[in-house]
């Protein structure tokens, strides 16, 4: 059934975040610490877990997967609701305070993935589909 | 017409599916036909995203850009925290957990270098335009860190409303810049397996920015990523308003 699938996934998200304020209230921060990882860590572990068991069949996992589809397209609602007026409008103090972290962070990671590139992925397969599914 | 616009405005969520549909559609198109499919379909989507939120905002004055017109409010719904939340968490499913332990120490690490740094700069800046005293630094650095610190800083150190927003601009600033530029960044940034993935997660900072800029990079390396990103805003939270507080104010003194 493929609600078992999203039903999981719903019950690693309400445990993770709910763990995440857990941790955020325990050491006395008014935020939400690490919710959403901590619920992708559940999930991965179970999947290991009902893997191995036999538990997971595709059914089952097609209730994961829709959603993990429908990141993209959740990404882009997520841009159409930004405050992008208030953004722009933050004059030279917002523009350069960003431009500059984002520099140096990108120097940074440009440096930290120097080395590791052997490793890296043959390039996505264009598909004939839309690329977006 | 009339009775059209009820029905849309009635099913905002639906509506909100069909709108992002027509959006990537047309955004799959443009990729191929004006750029040969060398900017990402789902790079387009995003700008055009902006766009709309761009739009949005103008026309009404408030501050979710399209979804403040109630015809889209839906899209409020499809684009907030939980639904976002909830997909990020369904792409997990792909992760593979050797890829994900090999680079677990370098996305800490990255995670932390992406707190401090932005801060620096963000704190430096504020300084630079006049910006002197340790409370209006301390919160702009941390809006530099990601939109949620630096609001979540401001009023745990009681700033001023205008530097609060000026916060919150160079975090939104900085997502955008990160949504938009990482695609045609990836290469420099060597983005191309799971470690970079993570180390990017940890240093560009947002779950938004990253979450985007990976999707309109390589699909398969945002749950990498996210898994790393999404402990930014919380140790953001955590340092901001103490050590990053602290060590502002010694070194001011």
Known sequence: MIIYGTALLAACHLLGLFLGDLLGSLIGVKSNVGGVGIAMLLLIFARLYLHKRGWLPQETEQGVAFWGAMYIPVVVAM???????????????????????????????????RGSSQHAWQPEAETPQDPLA | MQMLEKVLAHNGLVTAFLLVGIITWLSA???????????????????????????????????????????FSGIGLMGGAMLRDF???????????????????????????????????????????????????????????????????????????????????????????????TPFAARFLGLNNPRSAMVFGGLAGTVSGVSAGLAATDRRLVPYGALVATFHTGLGCLLGPSALYLATKAIMA
């Open chain 1, 79 to 113: 841009a159409a609701t930004q405050n992008v007026v208030a953004a722009l409008r933050g004059g030279p103090v917002a523009v350069l305070g960003a431009l500059g972290a984002v520099l140096v962070c990108g120097s940074v990671i440009a440096l930290l993935n």
């Open chain 2, 29 to 71: 198109r443009l990729s191929r036909r004006l750029t040969l499919g060398r900017v990402h379909g789902s790079a387009i989507a995003i700008l055009i995203g902006l766009g709309l939120a761009y739009y949005g905002g103008v026309l009404t004055g408030k501050q979710s850009g399209l979804a403040d017109i109630s015809l």
């Open chain 2, 87 to 181: 997909a990020i968490v369904a792409t997990a499913f792909e992760v593979q957990v050797t890829e994900a332990r090999k680079a677990g120490l370098i996305g800490a690490c990255s995670l932390l270098l992406g707190t401090v740094l932005p801060f620096i700069v963000g704190a430096s800046i504020a300084h630079a335009f006049g910006y002197r005293d340790v409370v209006s630094m301390t919160t702009i650095g941390a809006g530099a860190i990601t939109y949620i610190v630096g609001p979540v800083t401001g009023a745990a150190l009681g700033a001023s409303s205008d530097v609060m927003a000026l916060s919150i601009a160079t975090g939104l600033l900085k997502a955008i810049m990160v949504m938009v530029g």
